[in-house]
């Protein structure tokens, strides 16, 4: 090659660099909002690219070192995003004036994930009230109802199977034991599948499940490219879903679909739910689209509700009066109900829900809510000195729940344990937002609560939770995982009760009720 077809190959190269990458990041400095220095390309986004610490503390740090503003600058790789960090701001921008900020970020790039099309999480605009209405009367309490039956018969047989394992006190990888049970919870009420996790470890429907959340926990660099250069993924056809995976699910709900239909079958799921939802013009949902929706609430449900089930277990091993005192309180309720609650019973539970409300204020499903601004906004003055930004359709906006539930302006002793604050209604309105703020609230919050429930009440009455040489104490975070996780995975010793409540085989002796 001749030098001058180098250089002009290196010219090429170069302008083509600035145009995408490094134009971008002149961002802030041109609305005038503060930002920490950035390295090109990385951005900020260095620390957690090499694993020195997490996401979430990251923000945080950042939270803090501009506590005197309203908002500050994050470069996301070359991506810049708004980071609102003062709540009533946050409160406006999410509910007030919601229409100017409906859409969530997209990492998916349609054509090469077609399982990720339709569906609540990647629809925007008219799309996504259209389908959130579709959806929204599929998760009522009343919808929740008719699923109590469903995940409490295999709660129960999964404590039983859990405490008999546990007579002289089993040290269980949290992640695994938990991840089975949220499997299953979510194959029978999402998917109409029956399975068995821990007998039957190595089924189907879990070996896939399991594939698939490798794909959400194990591939954080590819989520990353798509969201930075998600032209490098559809130039390369890089996919975070193979096609075996998108087969496997797909073929599930239409066998399920086919033989209710076939047969008259009835049962209170959400396939039978989203079969059941009628749009504006009175037509179905097609396969496609129950398949679509019923994968994403899997894929939403599984990660983020097993790791809040372990963070809920960790606190409770890790607090041991704060578990003798629910403990107290799920006694009282199965005496009362002779071990068989109602719906009612297990939601009128005041200490487990302040426990569970604790547990995700300490550690929120995800360190930040993403929004992207679809209409004009004016922001205020990040400072009383300073001046207004306004920002354009396409800017991209995160809410930091992490570091405003760990605010002491709205939590005292915000790195303390204690349910009770959520006993005395003290918490500030909307400082708590672990399931999201404004109608961009998670649509499955309530299968969510309810799978908690049901397990720590079923867990509790027939195991003790106590810390063991493995478990993180005190807690430290993930630096791998864009989500909260555990620096060395969430690990604890369960003791099958000696008192109150004992195992006979792998059942319980009523008489000791």
């Not at 077809?5 to 090429?12: A, D, E, N, R, Y």
């Not at 797909?250 to 679909?257: A, I, L, M």
Request: with cysteine; charged share 25%; net charge positive.
């Amino acid at each position: 090659m001749d030098p001058f077809t180098i250089i002009l190959t290196f010219l090429i190269v170069f302008l083509v660099i600035y145009h995408f990458l490094w134009k971008r990041m002149d961002y802030f400095r041109r609305l005038e909002i503060a930002h920490e220095t950035t390295i090109p390309i990385l951005g900020h986004s260095m620390p957690i690219l090499f694993r020195r610490i997490s996401l979430a503390d990251h923000l945080h740090n950042m939270y803090n070192d501009f506590s005197d503003r309203k908002y500050f600058g994050f470069y996301n790789f070359t991506t810049p995003i708004i980071a609102i960090r003062d709540l009533e701001l946050t409160t406006s921008m999410a509910i007030k004036n919601f229409d100017h900020f409906t859409d969530h970020q997209s990492f998916i790039i349609e054509d090469l994930e077609p399982m990720m099309r339709k569906n609540l999480l990647s629809l925007r605009g008219d799309d996504w009230r259209e389908m959130r209405r579709l959806l929204s009367p599929v998760f009522t309490a009343a919808k929740m109802k008719t699923m109590f039956n469903l995940i409490t018969d295999y709660t129960d047989s999964f404590s039983r199977y859990v405490a008999a394992e546990s007579k002289g006190g089993k040290v269980y990888d949290l992640k695994d034991t938990f991840g089975r049970y949220t499997t299953d919870v979510l194959a029978t009420s999402c998917f109409g599948v029956a399975v068995d996790s821990m007998r039957n470890p190595n089924n189907e429907f879990y070996v896939f499940a399991k594939q698939l959340i490798n794909v959400i926990t194990g591939q954080s660099l590819k989520v990353q490219m798509a969201w930075n250069f998600p032209f490098l993924l559809k130039l390369f056809g890089v996919r975070l879903f193979n096609e075996k995976m998108r087969r496997y699910f797909t073929s599930v709900v239409n066998e399920t679909v086919k033989r209710r239909k076939a047969k008259g079958i009835y049962r209170p799921d959400m396939i039978q739910l989203l079969l059941e939802s009628r749009g504006l013009n009175g037509k179905a949902l097609t396969i496609e689209e129950i398949t679509n929706n019923a994968f994403i609430f899997f894929m939403g449900g599984f990660e983020t509700t097993t790791r809040f089930l372990c963070f809920v277990a960790h606190e409770l091993a890790a607090n041991p009066k704060v578990q003798a005192r629910l403990r107290d309180e799920i006694e009282e309720v199965a005496r009362k109900y002779k071990e068989k609650p109602t719906y009612e019973a297990v939601r009128d539970m005041p200490y487990m829900d302040a426990v569970l409300n604790e547990t995700s204020r300490m550690y929120p499903s995800t360190p930040f809510l993403d929004r992207t601004c679809v209409k004009e906004f004016e922001l205020p003055p990040a400072t009383p000195d300073s001046k207004p930004v306004t920002i354009e359709p396409g800017t991209f906006v995160w809410f930091l729940p992490y570091s405003i539930q760990r605010d002491p302006k709205y939590f005292p002793e915000p790195f303390r344990f204690n349910p009770d604050r959520f006993l005395r209604g003290t918490v500030p309105q909307n400082a708590y937002m672990s399931f999201g703020i404004g109608p961009r609230l998670c649509i499955g919050n309530r299968l969510a609560i309810m799978e908690a429930k049901i397990l720590f009440f079923n867990l509790l009455l027939r195991c003790e939770l106590e810390p063991c040489a493995q478990t993180t104490l005190p807690m430290r975070l993930c630096k791998k995982n864009v989500l909260l996780a555990a620096d060395k995975g969430f690990w604890l010793n369960f003791k099958t009760r000696k008192t109150g409540t004992a195992l006979r085989g792998d059942g319980v002796d009523d008489d000791e009720i």
